[in-house]
């Protein structure tokens, strides 16, 4: 079944203590993205990447990292937690972004993160 | 600065009657734009777009308008049905740059028996 799969789906942790969020898809995508869901403000673009090796920052990258080694996973990477990263997370992904039709992207599940 | 903007937190809607979401952008450069529907618990899912060469685009009983002089999309559901209930998130794609989808903050539409 092709899909983008996140781990963990909850999470709840303290300030200042490195955590990650894996993302995986199955689709041999060359794009993939993360986002965070925030009330009132919708999804927030936080880093993309075009493809292996390739990233850039999205609208609010602060405080995160990521990195794309192979071309299936995208790991979302918070080295010191804070409150304020409170927020539920996507990572979507899509063929390509190539041409005027832009691919649809493919979202996970959602991670909620709890900083405390 | 919020450049996608849908207005109405939430919408109620009996069934079978037509639901519409709206969606408002400043930015004159996006030249794609495509809604998506969320149920609790899980990702968006990919609804329906339209291009800014088009006004209009269907699929079954979802239509989506667009008018670029008013900056302004709009989603049309007829007829609404039970299971439309989600949020509804407008989405639009920026000319020359193949890397963002920029996100309006939803609309949760609820369909009534």
């Known amino acids: 079944e092709a899909q983008v799969t996140q781990n963990p789906r909850y999470l709840i942790t303290v300030t200042g203590k490195k955590l990650t969020v894996t993302c995986s898809q199955n689709?041999?995508?060359?794009?993939m993205s993360w986002y965070r869901q925030d009330p009132g403000l919708g999804l927030r673009q936080i880093y993309y990447?075009?493809?292996?090796?390739?990233?850039d920052k999205g609208d609010v990258p602060e405080g995160y990292k990521v990195s794309r080694k192979e071309k299936r996973n995208f790991p979302l990477i918070l080295e010191s937690p804070s409150p304020n990263q409170t927020s539920l997370y996507f990572c979507?992904?899509?063929?390509?972004?190539?041409?005027?039709?832009?691919?649809?992207?493919?979202f996970g599940p959602g991670t909620r993160l709890l900083v405390l | 600065d919020q450049q996608v903007k849908q207005n109405s937190p939430s919408l109620s809607v009996q069934e079978g009657r037509i639901s519409i979401l709206n969606c408002d952008y400043t930015?004159?450069?996006?030249?794609?734009f495509l809604w998506y529907k969320k149920y609790p618990a899980e990702g968006p899912t990919f609804l329906i777009s339209?291009?800014?060469?088009?006004d209009k685009n269907e699929d079954g009983r979802f239509t989506v308008f667009l008018n670029k002089s008013a900056k302004h999309l709009s989603l049309h559901i007829v007829p609404s049905q039970p299971g439309d209930s989600a949020v509804y998130f407008c989405?639009?794609?920026?000319?020359?740059?193949?890397?963002?989808?920029?996100f309006g903050t939803g609309t949760r539409l609820q369909v009534t028996l």
């Open positions: 979507a992904s899509s063929l390509s972004n190539q041409g005027l039709r832009r691919e649809t992207q493919y």
């Open positions: 689709m041999n995508h060359e794009y």
């Open positions: 990447s075009m493809n292996v090796e390739v990233t």
């Open positions: 930015n004159s450069m996006f030249d794609y």
């Open positions: 339209i291009s800014s060469i088009k």
């Open positions: 989405a639009a794609w920026q000319t020359g740059t193949a890397s963002k989808l920029t």
